[in-house]
């Protein structure tokens, strides 16, 4: 494909359809959907899911990036439908419980099948990371589709998330012991109005969002769903599907919230599907599933994103009402600045360690001395030999494998053995302690 006959197109979701209220549908906005349709092999778009598409990237302020080819033969798809897409948007990350970073969001990346291996991805792909190091982002993130696509950009995965179900027939058994630890705090849940749920779900998820390394901050949709502006599936309109629930500690403030939906009568058991948990202290969840539990009729709890070690099974009768389903990589994770990354992250314990990084694309390549104190964690590029001690371990790696060892979802012994990384066998304890997360990396919010 010679390069003057395909062109590029860049915009953000400010334009209108004629005659029609802003950020309504406009046929540029259109194609770009219609182009992502096409590739995760959907339909066409309703009016509500297309008005739902649109809204969310309004909302979120996303940058979409179209590719047109206007070399096709006459009977192709007209060339205003893009034959490649990019989406990226600003975004928060939890590294470490309290400390949030400014992360480059990226979605709808899609090429189409015949227009595949022509380098549309890697210029796409390029190009954002260059904007993201521009706009101060040290890390770019997202959630991927397919497994094999985005190592070679250095993506590692760096989170994951669960879904499970749980039996609920007669209510959610709980020892007792559990029982008391919901009353002993004072936690209460009540059905909050949804006139107050903007205010709780911004509180609730804040509090969540903090305390759990991998987590995404809400994106658009999930704040308009918290608002009843919008259904599950992020089409426009007031909801009267969906539940809320929130957990009040004895001061009345919020302590987490839950977003749950009866999946009809015809379904078998009678199921309530929690799309949304998200509390400040695992009392507070433990309470949220008791009285989702609770629910008359409702003979099981089938959540869609949950944290995999969550407080609830230990708190059970009978741990086997919780029947675990699928475990799946929530968030893959790219260094596009080492050193700003680290200094938010830290250590996981007062250390130091030398990073060897290679990256083929340049933007985490480099020797760094990363140190951690009681007080702040410094990191050094390409420091002196002579200033590097002779015990302070030595770990290398690529990019892929840094990413996936950031926010301790990857033990360094792993790593080690199975060749994605080097280091002294006689280091790998003082590895495993300075990157071991004490919180296994989650993350909820798919976008």
């Not at 022509?118 to 706009?135: P, V």
């Not at 308009?224 to 426009?236: D, L, Q, T």
């Not at 002196?384 to 770990?395: F, H, K, N, Q, Y």
Request: proline share 5%.
């Amino acid at each position: 494909m010679s390069t003057d006959v395909v062109r590029d197109e860049q915009f953000r979701v400010v334009r209108h359809a004629p005659d029609g209220p802003l950020g309504s549908p406009d046929p540029v906005t259109e194609a770009f959907i219609e182009a992502m349709a096409l590739s995760f092999l959907e339909g066409r778009r309703s009016k509500e899911e297309l008005q739902g598409k649109v809204d969310r990237f309004r909302l979120d302020g996303s940058l979409l990036t179209m590719v047109h080819d206007d070399n096709q033969p006459s009977i192709a798809l007209d060339a205003e439908i893009p034959v490649a897409t990019f989406a990226e948007f600003p975004g928060r990350l939890c590294v470490r419980e309290g400390v949030l970073v400014d992360t480059h969001m990226v979605t709808e990346v899609t090429v189409r099948t015949s227009h595949r291996r022509r380098g549309l991805l890697t210029k796409m792909m390029h190009a954002s990371f260059d904007r993201a190091k521009e706009a101060g982002r040290p890390l770019a993130a997202l959630t991927a589709t397919e497994g094999v696509i985005y190592g070679r950009f250095g993506f590692g995965v760096a989170a994951h998330t669960g879904t499970c179900r749980v039996k609920v027939l007669h209510g959610l058994r709980l020892r007792d012991s559990a029982i008391k630890a919901i009353e002993d705090s004072g936690v209460r849940v009540v059905v909050p109005s949804w006139d107050e749920m903007p205010a709780i779900h911004r509180e609730s998820s804040e509090a969540f969002v903090k305390r759990m390394p991998g987590q995404i901050a809400p994106v658009s949709s999930q704040i308009r769903r918290a608002e009843g502006m919008s259904n599950y599936s992020a089409e426009p309109g007031e909801s009267h599907d969906l539940r809320p629930l929130v957990a009040l500690g004895p001061d009345g403030a919020v302590r987490g919230h839950a977003i749950a939906e009866f999946s009809g009568w015809e379904s078998n058991p009678f199921t309530l599907q929690v799309h949304e948990l998200m509390a400040a202290d695992p009392v507070a969840e433990l309470a949220l599933w008791q009285a989702l539990g609770a629910t008359d009729l409702v003979a099981e709890l089938s959540a869609d994103a949950v944290v995999a070690d969550h407080a609830l099974r230990v708190a059970l009768i009978n741990g086997r009402d919780v029947i675990d389903g699928e475990t799946k990589d929530a968030l893959w994770l790219r260094m596009l600045d080492v050193p700003e990354a680290m200094r938010a992250r830290g250590l996981s314990s007062e250390g130091s360690v030398v990073l060897d990084v290679t990256d083929p694309l340049g933007y985490a390549q480099g020797t760094f001395l990363i140190e951690t104190d009681e007080n702040e964690t410094r990191v050094t590029e390409s420091p002196e030999d002579g200033s590097i001690g002779a015990d302070v371990p030595r770990l290398s790696l690529d990019a892929e494998a840094l990413a996936a060892l950031y926010l301790g979802t990857c033990r360094v012994a792993d790593l080690v053995a199975s060749g994605r990384a080097q280091a002294k066998e006689a280091d790998l304890e003082a590895l495993h302690v300075l990157f071991h997360s004490k919180v296994p990396p989650i993350n909820t919010t798919y976008f």
